[in-house]
């Protein structure tokens, strides 16, 4: 099976913009989380979809969004791009196992 | 609340020893933990899961961990360390009640691994 794969792998953006990060899971995975990797924070859970429905919400602004397709491919958005919000998004699909797999991230950068 | 704790920055060991990662965890119920290893600008990968019965699992690449509920610990443990297993590692934990698949992560540990 293919792996999770995230679309681009890298971005750069000014701030004041916004930008959209998409995400292909595991073929049959119908969970999709998505989290943010900084230095500082380390690694922090944005949200996650199941079924094209948000069945959790980590503690970030109103301006990180997400949606999921019916085919469970999934999408993050962030608008008005801050400087702090540079960081590595990784995605992550779950099966019907226990344990997340994840992509190779997005790397955004904020300008 | 849940929450992870990965008490060393980093752990340096010689190729050949054993070497163990530690972790700690706190979660309502009964816990899921998973061990994960993130290499250079890549994402992270899944070494190993506990779920329910033995507390000594095996995963990939010789890791395994044990859990220890009187301690609250995962500890990641390999009999006889490589080069290659230099890398970032993370201890992750989620509650076995409802409420999704969100995952907790400690900070991560560095394992630096020298000849």
């Known amino acids: 099976k293919a792996g999770v794969t995230q679309t681009p792998r890298y971005l750069i953006k000014t701030r004041g913009q916004q930008v959209t990060l998409s995400c292909s899971p595991i073929s049959g995975h119908r969970s999709v989380s998505w989290y943010q990797q900084t230095p500082g924070q380390g690694l922090q859970f944005l949200f996650e979809?199941?079924?094209?429905?948000?069945?959790n919400k980590g503690n970030f602004p109103g301006r990180f969004s997400g949606r999921q397709f019916s085919n469970s491919r999934s999408e993050m958005n962030v608008s008005t791009l801050e400087l702090g919000d540079s960081a590595l998004y990784l995605c992550?699909?779950?099966?019907?196992?226990?344990?997340?797999?994840f992509g190779p991230g997005t790397r955004l950068t904020v300008t | 609340a849940q929450s992870v704790a990965q008490p060393e920055d980093q752990v340096n060991v010689a190729e050949g020893n054993p070497l163990t990662v530690k972790c700690t965890y706190s979660v309502s119920g009964n816990p899921y933990l998973f061990w994960y290893v993130q290499y250079p600008n890549r994402g992270l990968q899944f070494l190993l899961k506990?779920?329910?019965?033995?507390?000594l699992v095996k995963g990939s690449y010789g890791f395994e961990a044990e859990f220890n509920k009187s301690q609250t610990s995962f500890h990641l443990k390999k009999p006889s360390a490589l080069v290659s297993d230099s890398a970032l590692y993370f201890c992750?934990?989620?509650?076995?009640?409802?409420?999704?698949?969100?995952?907790?992560f400690g900070t991560g540990t560095q394992l630096k691994v020298e000849l």
């Open positions: 992750a934990v989620r509650g076995q009640g409802g409420g999704g698949n969100k995952l907790t």
């Open positions: 979809y199941f079924s094209e429905t948000q069945r």
């Open positions: 506990y779920i329910t019965g033995d507390n």
């Open positions: 992550a699909s779950q099966g019907g196992a226990y344990e997340q797999y």
